[in-house]
């Protein structure tokens, strides 16, 4: 295998290097270092995966939006602004999943329940489903072009939607929702450790995200190369053997 | 496709082309009663389900609004499935565009045929729940009902129809379809859900309690009428 078909360059392993070793850091701070809180107890350790792991999905959403965009204004059109946006929605999928996961049982243990329709979770739980289609979307098929466009579209129609979902739950959850129990029993004392150990959460998820994307978009491309190459690949094999049943 | 056709398309405007693949659809509506055969029919079985679901009385009564707009939704995938089956079944929708017939009318046809059909499905729905569900219409009522009942359906038809082109002539697209538009099409289920609770005065809810939500769902339609008129173009040239 060539140099050229890896998805790794000098900058990525040196990236790679530096996630793996803050997540150590961040495991050593988050499990045995930092103290317990006063009112939720080790629960709150969940905080350090769950709070970056929220904050990376978020962020990759919005690269997704911003990437959209970009594929779509003309002056900017490239299929490498596309390949971005789907690395960005597969990882920030993956990792609000696991946000999801991980505030749930954060929850359990600190609310005594799974779940609130609080507008917050409910919009989390949207956000989620309406990527996983998006991404189902941009396994529809067809050209590179066709599905960067009809992807594009409908992150854009993502930004659109989802405020509006968050406001009507809003507005449905104080209409009609007694007392929440978000809010209750959640006002975490932050000491200066707590807050560094999250503070090193977020830092080293975004670079795990920047990590994780470049790679990702590297091997979508390998991907659409292979499709193009098996496409020129099949048409040189009919050829020939045109030219042979010609002679 | 000649030339001439070509260029009796390209002079048709938005408006009109609207109004001909509108036509154009109610009159295969018409011919085949596809909505009407089984569209409807599968509405009411809904409805029926839910009241075995439910098994109470008081319960349905309660929960009527919901199950109307829940079997709404259910349909208009259905529906819209329909609609750009007929249009992608012999490429039709690729010699439109190719034809030079602008986007933004097919979209606005396309949404206004939606939305005729989903106000004859949403008023045998809301008759069923009074039959079937004993909910109660009163005349003030029955305003913020019909205005609800096209505010809320106008948005439908739009978002309907702007994803429905979005999956149209993708492999595997009827069971994309609901994963992409029941989470968009959620701020309708509430907000058309507790204007009709207000009308019906579910749970002693006065009539007036239900205008503001109407304010949501114009919003929802106005804002999703707009991008999809002009999204469409995007959507469909390849």
Known sequence: MSNDRATSTPFTKGLGFFVVLGIALLIILGIFVSPADVNQGESVRIMYAHVPGAWLAYLAFVMTAVSSAAYLWKRTRSLTWDRIAGASAEVGVLFMGISLVTGSLWGRLTWGTYWTWDARLTTTAFLFVTYIGYLAVRGLGGTHQQRARRSAVLALLAVLEIPLVHFSVELWNTLHQEASVAGRGTDVEMNGLMLFTLFLGVVVFTLMYIWLVLHRQRSLMLEDMLDDSGLDHALSERRAEATQAGH | MSNASQQRFTGTTVIGTARLIAAKDLRVELRSRV????????????????????????????VAPGLVWLAAMFSTLIMVSRSFAVETADGALDQLRSAGVPAMGIFIGKMM????????????????????????LSWAGSVLLVTTGLTATCGLAAVGTLYGGLAAGAKGRETLLPLLLLPVVAPVLIGATRATESAFGTRGVSTGQGWPWLGLLAVFAVLFSVSGAVAFGPLLDD
């Open chain 2, 35 to 62: 909505l009407l055969n089984q569209v409807l029919p599968f509405a009411l079985i809904v409805m029926v389900m839910f009241a075995f679901a439910l098994d109470s009385d008081a319960v349905l009564e309660r």
């Open chain 2, 113 to 136: 045929a939606l939305m005729a059909q989903l106000v004859v499905l949403v008023t045998l729905l809301i008759l069923t729940a009074v039959v079937l569900y004993r909910a109660e």
